[in-house]
Structures are given as structure tokens and as C-alpha cells.
């Protein structure tokens, strides 16, 4: 049975101007999300994966609309997420939320988390006070926290805690679609575990989608069944994840899955570790941008850029590399 399409990517760009000089002249663009495109189904996690600054925040971002897209559009539940504006835009914003990395930026200090947790239902003016004040709690419940905290400020919580509040309150509209960007890189591995399997629980019991932004192969291993990888703000293949960590295709994907500690395997594995800096996104170099750092180039992967084409029989494997074409 064809699983249902929940969000399809196509084309993103993001661009931010790069000013400089008294007249602060635009003078280049920094290419963050370059001509991204890929679809979500229903149910999916959907893990983004790449170096810091290979624009998977950005990406996340620009999603959601905290960014406006430079070009290419977001269809959202079979809408044209990026053209939508006032009621309808609200109206649409209720089913795709996100969670940050770090959950004391993301809550206001000076409120209870029993006003952060009714914030959502009273801007959309959903049940009365008493109907509120029973969701709140429902909502501590459901993401462990005891109900007797309500009155508590999110300086009074620790970390683990304060992310549970941060994922209360993006549950609290029954969203479609949580992108959760690095939701536990700060946290201790400990309580990373524990943010987890609260995550994947609340997707099991809720029929949530997530985009789970990650530099951390381990955790999006742990929890995602799709994986997208980027480098220099394009995907360079997609798949899912047991193809990807079985049989990585791109070079690129083969170095970070080289770069995972293994333990305890009682031999010595062959490291390909990738070597050299990230290009600028200012400058990308031409072609096949990871082309400098990648020891299976070919004249023409400087030259001209690979499309992401499908290598799998499920038509659900795409990676953009000439060695693949
Ligand atoms: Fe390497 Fe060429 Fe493939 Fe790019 S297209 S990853 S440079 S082989």
C-alpha cells in the first residue's frame, strides 16, 4: 500500500546577502539551502545528517518558515506551505512545529510552564479555562513531568526536564508534522536516551512525522528510518537508513559512517576519515561540491553537478554521485 505524502520539498533555496562597505552593497550570496528537494511520508523520521554548517538548521528552518525561502516551495498535507499567509498560514502552523536544541532559549523565563503549556490553546482560542488548565496537565503527564510542577519556572528544571516542556508544548496542537533540530545534543547521554524514547513513543501513540535534525549518526540511527544527508546545502543521497548504514553510496556518506566509533568488534576496522575543511558556502566550489575532499574524483565531478538519482529497486535510494551514474 503507497504510503501517504505528508510534506514534499522542491527546490529550496535559502541565500542570505552578504553585505559589505559604507554602502553596504550586496556582494555575494551565502548559498545555506542550495536547490533542495525530497518528500516525507506519513509516519516517517526523517533524520538530516552533515557537518555543522552543511545547512540542515537552515533547512529545518526554512521549512517551518522561520526563514523565507529564497526559491522552490514547501507543500504541506497536499498545500503550498510557503505561499499561505494570515488565517490560513495560522491555521497551517498549528500542524507543523518545531523543537530546538537548546530548551531554556526556546521558554520564556518569566513564565510558569503552566502559561507556556496554555499559550498555544489560548492564541487559538481552543477550550475555555478549565478545559485548558486539564490539557496542561494531560500534557505534563504525557511527557513525564509530575503535574504538581505547573506553577514552576524553567529555571527551576533541568535540562532533560525543560526539553520535555519544550516537546509538551509542540505536542499541544496535535501537530502533523515536529521538525526537532538537535533536540538532544545538549543534554547528558543519559537523559538523551531518555528524550528519545519519549520522542519515538509520542510518534508511535500520536502518528507523529518527524524531521529530526542530528549530527550524531548514533542517535539518528537509534531513531530514524529515513536519512537525508547533506553537504554544502544539498542533499547528496537519501534513503533508508539500514541501506544508508549498510551500504552508504556517496563518499561523503561512507566517511561519516567510517567516522562512527565502533566498540568491542575485536578487530581493527579500515578508518576512511574525511580530510580537509568544509568549502564556503560564499564560494562553493564547482561541480560536485565535495569534489576537493574526495579521493574517487573524476575530471568531469569538477565540472558539472550530479542530479540525485535513485539506485535501489524500491525507487526510495538516491544519491548524487558519478560513480552511481
Ligand atoms: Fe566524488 Fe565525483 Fe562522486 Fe563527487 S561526483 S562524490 S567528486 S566521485
Known amino acids: 500500500m503507497e504510503q501517504e505524502i505528508i510534506l514534499k520539498a522542491q527546490n529550496i533555496c535559502k541565500y542570505f546577502p552578504l553585505k559589505k562597505g559604507l554602502l553596504n552593497r550586496h556582494v555575494a550570496d551565502i548559498k545555506a539551502v542550495d536547490d533542495v528537494s525530497f518528500e516525507v511520508q506519513k509516519g516517517d523520521i526523517l533524520g538530516v545528517v552533515g557537518e555543522s554548517g552543511c ?37 497551517k502552523r498549528k500542524q507543523i512545529q518545531m523543537i530546538f536544541q537548546d530548551p531554556y532559549a526556546s521558554l520564556d523565563p518569566r513564565r510558569t510552564v503552566g502559561h507556556i503549556l ?33 506553577n514552576r519556572y524553567p529555571h527551576e528544571f533541568s535540562g532533560g526536564q525543560r526539553q520535555r516542556i519544550a516537546i509538551a508544548r509542540s505536542i499541544a496542537l496535535n501537530p502533523g508534522l515536529i521538525i526537532a533540530d538537535e533536540p538532544v545534543s545538549a543534554l547528558d547521554a543519559s537523559i538523551q ?32 528510518n529515513k536519512i537525508a544527508v547533506m553537504y554544502l ?12 548504514f549498510t ?44 569534489h576537493p575532499r574526495c579521493k574517487h574524483k573524476m575530471p568531469k565531478c569538477s565540472q558539472q553537478t550530479p542530479s540525485l538519482i535513485t539506485t535501489n529497486n524500491n525507487n526510495d535510494h538516491q544519491v548524487a554521485c558519478y560513480l552511481e551514474q
Open 55 to 91: 545547512g540542515k538548521s537552515t533547512l529545518g528552518r526554512t521549512i517551518i518558515r522561520l526563514y523565507p525561502p529564497t526559491s522552490g516551495k514547501v507543500m504541506f498535507d497536499g498545500e503550498d506551505f510557503t505561499s499561505l499567509t494570515g488565517e490560513q498560514l495560522r491555521a
Open 118 to 150: 496554555a499559550q498555544p490553546f489560548k492564541i487559538h482560542k481552543m477550550g475555555n479555562k478549565q478545559e485548558i488548565k486539564d490539557r496542561v496537565m494531560e500534557l505534563l503527564k504525557t511527557t513525564g513531568l509530575d503535574p504538581v510542577y505547573v
Open 193 to 224: 536516551a531518555q528524550i528519545l524514547n519519549l520522542l519515538k513513543d509520542l510518534g508511535e501513540k500520536m502518528g507523529l512525522t518527524y524531521i529530526f535534525i542530528s549530527h550524531d549518526l548514533t542517535v539518528v540511527e537509534y531513531l530514524c
Open 233 to 244: 546545502g544539498k542533499i547528496v543521497e537519501i534513503g533508508p537508513r539500514d541501506e544508508l
Open 247 to 290: 551500504n552508504p553510496k556517496h563518499p561523503y556518506t561512507q566517511a561519516l559512517m567510517e567516522s562512527i566509533p565502533k566498540i568491542g568488534q575485536g578487530k581493527k576496522t579500515k578508518r576512511v576519515f574525511l580530510t580537509g575543511e568544509v568549502p564556503s558556502p560564499i564560494n562553493p566550489p564547482s561541480g560536485c561540491t565535495f
